[in-house]
Every structure is written in C-alpha cells, then in structure tokens.
C-alpha cells in the first residue's frame, strides 16, 4: 500500500483523537496546527525503513493515548440521541367488530 493514504489516515486520526480529549474547540485548533508541524517536519522522509519505523510509532502512539469514551455526534450510533423519538410504527386497523 501507498504511505501517503496511511500518513493521511494517521494525520486524521491524530486530529480526531486530539479533539476526543479537547473540551473546547479553540483549544483544539491549537493543538491542531501542533500535530501539522509535526507530520509537516518529517514530510520529507523517502527511505521505506524509516517511513515504516514513523508510522509504526505513529500508531503506538495512537493506541497509547486513545481516549476511553471518545466523542460521538449525539445523533450517531451510540450518542445520547440515538434513536431517541423513533417514529411510531404503521400497524395495521384493527378489525371492525361485530355487535
């Protein structure tokens, strides 16, 4: 596989994990534009053994900081309104009776 599809999975994870332990969004950026500098400054790296050595510490270092309850948007499976207002659901008449 490409490294360039797996820096920018990585790259995208980073900023996804940095926000799940972020509480504000002003805060985040900052830290945003930190984990830029730091895959811009080894952007210049072509041998494949270090290519692999970075991204294999790259992940450890993913999996080392993963938060235990990461954020959800509240409308996806698994946030706080999931499913909360389901539609009723269309049942049939019930049959007429006779008296």
Avoid at 51 to 75: C, G, M, N, V, Y
Wanted: proline content about 12%; hydrophobic content about 35%.
């Amino acid at each position: 596989m490409s490294t360039k599809p797996v820096v920018l999975s990585l790259y995208r994870r980073s900023l996804k994990l940095a926000l799940d332990w972020t509480v504000e969004r002003t805060l985040w950026r900052g830290q945003a534009m930190y984990l830029r500098s730091l895959f811009e400054a080894k952007k210049d790296v072509r041998e494949p053994r270090q290519l692999r050595a970075l991204i294999a510490e790259t992940e450890e270092l993913l999996d080392q900081w993963k938060h235990p309850e990461p954020f959800r948007p509240i409308s996806a499976p698994g946030g706080t309104k999931y499913e909360r207002n389901l539609p009723a659901p269309i049942l049939d008449p019930p049959p007429p009776m006779k008296l």
